[in-house]
């Protein structure tokens, strides 16, 4: 023990640092590899064939599910997702009420990205009128709860920072699944390249491998003022001595 003598002030920061430095890197490898396995279940739905709503609504897991949709667009009350941000350039995510015919069911469909330039002038769009035949796939939000929140525009169509679906049918009067449905490309679509996470699980990795590089030095650091304290403790009588 004469040999390691780190003394009592770097002791307690080392044992209040470590375990937390250790606890976020291994966060971030559990993080990362819920990423991969949430990728793994997205493109295995992904690659299924659609179902219909009849077939969707009893799931207990709809996330991701590929769905057949058939039936017409309710354009006279579409919603505006407000701050949405692609390749730099603001703009909203255009989702309109659809509903679909074999189900007797309302979904609220997006659409997809549209560019605002001009916050002065509401963004330009075209609803498609009739019958149409689309695939999009279910997108549940994460836990926590989306709320539809009063638009900074009055009316239709109304601009919006979050959404809820259940309380639109509700204020509508409908009855629709709970969740918001993304279309794929095709013509009613706009720009529909959703990330699926936010960040990918390499990233994820790459914060673990910080965090256990700082808890390495820390112990090398405190490993070092150890022998260092106790040589200079060994010669500290020569030196009075002297």
Avoid: C
């Amino acid at each position: 023990m004469s040999a390691f003598r780190p003394g009592w002030l770097p002791s307690l920061l080392v044992a209040l640092l470590l375990p937390g430095l250790l606890w976020l890197g291994f966060w971030q490898l559990q993080r990362g590899d819920e990423k991969r396995q949430l990728l793994a279940s997205f493109e295995a739905r992904r690659q299924a064939e659609p179902i219909s709503l009849d077939q969707l609504e009893p799931l207990r897991d709809p996330a991701y599910r590929r769905v057949q949709l058939h039936g017409y667009f309710d354009s006279e009350h579409s919603l505006l997702l407000d701050n949405r941000i692609r390749d730099g350039h603001a703009g909203v995510e255009l989702l309109q009420p659809f509903y679909d015919q074999p189900s007797g069911l309302w979904v609220l469909l997006n659409r997809g990205w549209l560019p605002w330039p001009d916050r002065r002038t509401p963004p330009r769009f075209a609803s498609p009128d009739g019958v149409m035949q689309l695939t999009a796939w279910v997108y549940v939000a994460p836990a926590g709860g989306l709320h539809l929140q009063s638009g900074v525009m009055d009316g239709w169509p109304r601009l919006i920072t979050q959404v809820e679906a259940p309380d639109l049918w509700q204020r509508l009067g409908r009855g629709g699944l709970p969740f918001e449905v993304r279309l794929e490309p095709g013509p009613a679509s706009y720009r529909v390249d959703w990330p699926i996470v936010s960040m990918s699980p390499s990233k994820h990795v790459g914060y673990a491998v910080q965090w256990f590089a700082l808890a390495a030095a820390l112990l090398g650091l405190f490993i070092y003022l150890g022998i260092h304290n106790a040589r200079e403790i060994r010669h500290e009588p020569s030196h009075r001595h002297a």
